[in-house]
């Protein structure tokens, strides 16, 4: 399953939209009826309006339907030294839209793989228990 998941996140990648950084990030969520969900990077010149790979999946996941409980794993992929780490934004919407045991995964174009689950990426989170 890990194997499938990461190499769906790199066919996302290389879909992304990077031309002013050039850095190239994918994103694949496994859903639990089977069906992938694919994100990329996607920038603009107003650099505010860009759009990371892990959040651009996250979306159309809730845009299709799903709901939090609906998948089992996530991937994220880029070209970097060691396992790639999703930004504090992307931490706080994996945090809303992931049940806690989703499986995280973060690769790199070397094969490195780190598997983390929600807690460990964003421990003492603010949630929507938070509100309460």
Do not use: H, W
């Not at 996250?58 to 396992?83: E, H, N, R, S, W």
């Not at 174009?109 to 983390?116: R, T």
């Amino acid at each position: 399953m890990i194997d499938e998941l990461i190499l769906k996140a790199k066919e996302a990648r290389e879909a992304s939209y990077s031309p002013y950084s050039k850095f190239k990030v994918g994103a694949a969520i496994l859903m639990k009826d089977g069906t992938y969900i694919l994100g990329c990077n996607v920038e603009n010149s107003s650099y505010g309006l860009s759009i990371c790979a892990e959040r651009n999946a996250l979306f159309q996941m809730v845009a299709k339907g799903y709901k939090k409980g609906d998948a089992l794993a996530m991937c994220i992929i880029g070209q970097t030294d060691t396992p790639i780490s999703p930004c504090g934004a992307c931490r706080q919407v994996m945090e809303e839209l992931l049940s806690r045991d989703c499986k995280i995964i973060l690769a790199n174009l070397k094969n490195d793989v780190k598997e983390m689950t929600i807690d460990e990426l964003l421990p003492y989170s603010f949630s929507e228990d938070s509100l309460k």
